[in-house]
Nanobody, 120 residues
Framework: VQLQASGGGLVQAGGSLRLSCAAPGSIFSINVMGWYRQAPGKQRELVATITGGGKINNADSVKGRFTISRDNAKNTVDLQMNSLKPEDTAIYYC???????????????WGQGTQVTVSS
């Protein structure tokens, strides 16, 4: 299963961007989907996750600014980012815990990463 992320780019502080991620292929079920980010010289960190039932977990640093959403029918997860700050600059990765149709257990999968740059 290869997650396909899109969106990202360069935006001025205070602006908005939307990231999208799709999980194509033969999938039996998806548990948690989410977004992580990694800034230069820093460890990868959680941004937001959402369960199949819609339970959301946000990092404190993005609460009130970022909104995660999910379409269970399409196996997609989006991240709407508003009021962006220079410190949000990072490579953003989507992640999903998936049970492929050919497997008996769930495993974690990552997208290829998409760059978000916020200028001051």
């Amino acid at each position: 299963v290869q997650l396909q992320a899109s969106g990202g780019g360069l935006v001025q502080a205070g602006g908005s961007l939307r990231l999208s991620c799709a999980a194509p292929g033969s999938i039996f079920s998806i548990n948690v989907m989410g977004w992580y980010r990694q800034a230069p010289g820093k460890q990868r960190e959680l941004v937001a996750t959402i369960t199949g039932g819609g339970k959301i977990n946000n990092a404190d640093s993005v609460k009130g600014r970022f909104t995660i959403s999910r379409d269970n029918a399409k196996n997609t997860v989006d991240l709407q980012m508003n009021s962006l700050k220079p410190e949000d600059t990072a490579i953003y990765y989507c992640n999903a815990v998936i049970r492929p149709s050919w497997a008996r257990q769930y495993s974690g999968y990552w997208g290829q990463g998409t760059q978000v740059t916020v200028s001051s």
